[in-house]
């Protein structure tokens, strides 16, 4: 019998993740809070009562994979839809199709991959067929369900998040693919523990990724016969920068930014900085992050530091100036400076509130004194009469009313006792005593 060399290609022909795909539920890596003993999924499973659901989460945690373990343990026709190269003839097709196998007996799993790419009329042709029990829908999806999928279908399935697995779960994996024969068990690979961790740190919960770069390492390692030396230098030229879960226009761009919002609300400048080069190095546009930083400036800090804007825009420029790499440090100084600055969200709530009020109070006049009076009709109708111009005063204020009539009593703008709002609250009381005094006399 001719003896196979690990490098003939017959031997080669799927990748390492394609011939270690779990088969059954128990070589499943991770999901403990879904496929444990007793657990919902599991039992739904066990006892076959399988209906539509989603799987919600990042890549390479067996969203495929147990989609068909679930379609082989309930003796079901498995079908995997791409939501890429399909469009509504095609599902009608597999639809029609899959009625057909129902009225014989038979159930149908169709699987559809990145379901969230499917547009709306494309994801309702779904919805008669689920209906009826013509399919078992399995969509699979990395973004939100409840942003990406159609509120119709959302409510008939039942959603199930897959987390990413842990260091320990990829760990386990790779070990068991140096040791499975349908991995690299009939070879002796030299492969210490730390280039392993190394290798699932690289992954970042994603198995695929992990399995690709074991592979990778493993053939581009030294060879002596059955046995393969994998060194530290074979595996730094495999993983020359680490690919980081993140999607620019996904719910992860989304947790990261408000990451960093919130760590600079709280004062937290160590994780501030964090969050940053999080965003940063995971290919983030920091002219983005640069104008959220912007608006922070004015939404969580405005009066109790007004250079906090200041240090903001001066960010901003000089990301258009250095761009990356160079500009992360100019981030960083800003990040830092408002994190460090006293918090006052007193102008975010002062428009909020003027806001509302404009928008219920859309018909109330301008009083006639602050009205503009071009032309002799308008002084005629009292436009610009009674004005008081604040700098013919000694102190540079007047009783003059600006408000509405209905609006008179209305205080927006509330300053906070943090930083220098503390003084801008000492003058806005002095103004209103001066105005309160003179407003008679």
Request: net charge neutral; glycine share 6%.
């Amino acid at each position: 019998m001719e003896q196979k060399s690990l490098f003939d290609n017959r031997d080669l022909n799927s990748p390492l993740a394609s011939r270690l795909r779990p088969k059954v539920l128990e070589e499943v890596a991770g999901q403990k809070h879904l496929l444990g003993e007793g657990k919902i999924l599991r039992q739904l499973i066990e006892q076959d009562q399988v209906s539509s659901m989603i799987f919600w989460g990042p890549p390479g945690v067996g969203k495929t994979t147990l989609a068909r373990i679930i379609a082989e343990r309930t003796q079901s026709h498995f079908v995997d839809f791409s939501a890429v190269t399909s469009g509504i003839k095609e599902i009608k097709e597999v639809m029609n199709k899959a009625e057909l196998n129902r009225q014989m007996g038979e159930r149908t799993i169709l699987f559809v991959d990145e379901i969230h790419r499917f547009n709306k009329a494309q994801q309702d042709a779904f919805l008669p067929f689920v209906e009826k029990g013509s399919i078992i829908l399995i969509g699979a999806t990395t973004e939100n369900p409840s942003f990406e999928i159609n509120a119709a279908l959302l409510s008939r399935c039942k959603v199930f998040v897959l987390q990413a697995l842990s260091v320990e779960d990829l760990m386990e994996l790779m070990r068991r693919a140096l040791k499975d024969p349908r991995g690299f068990g009939n070879y002796q690979i030299d492969l210490n523990d730390d280039l392993l961790w190394m290798i699932v740190n690289f992954a970042n919960g994603d198995a695929r990724t992990a399995l690709n770069t074991l592979e990778m390492v493993v053939l581009n390692g030294k060879k002596d016969g059955k046995r393969i030396h994998v060194t530290k230098e074979n595996l730094e030229q495999c993983i020359n920068r680490k690919s980081l879960l993140y999607d620019k226009k996904g719910e992860e761009h989304y947790n990261l930014i408000s990451a960093l919002h919130k760590s600079m609300r709280n004062s937290d400048v160590q994780a501030s900085i964090y969050w940053l080069a999080r965003m940063l190095e995971a290919g983030e546009d920091p002219l983005y992050i640069a104008r959220r930083v912007v608006r922070f400036a004015s939404e969580d800090i405005g009066m109790a530091d007004s250079r906090a804007m200041e240090v903001a825009v001066a960010a901003y420029q000089a990301c258009h100036f250095n761009g990356m790499p160079e500009c992360s440090v100019n981030l960083t100084q800003a990040v830092v400076y408002i994190a460090l600055s006293p918090k006052s969200n007193a102008l975010y709530m002062a428009y909020e509130a003027a806001k509302k009020d404009a928008l219920e109070h859309l018909a109330e006049p301008v009083p006639l004194a602050i009205r503009n009076a071009p032309t002799s009709l308008m002084k005629e109708l009292h436009y610009g009469e009674g004005y008081q111009y604040a700098h013919d005063t000694e102190e540079k204020l007047t009783t003059l009313q600006c408000l509405p009539d209905a609006l008179l009593d209305r205080k927006y703008y509330v300053p906070t006792r943090q930083g220098r709002e503390g003084r801008i609250q000492e003058r806005m009381e002095q103004i209103e005593a001066w105005q309160k005094q003179h407003r008679h006399q």
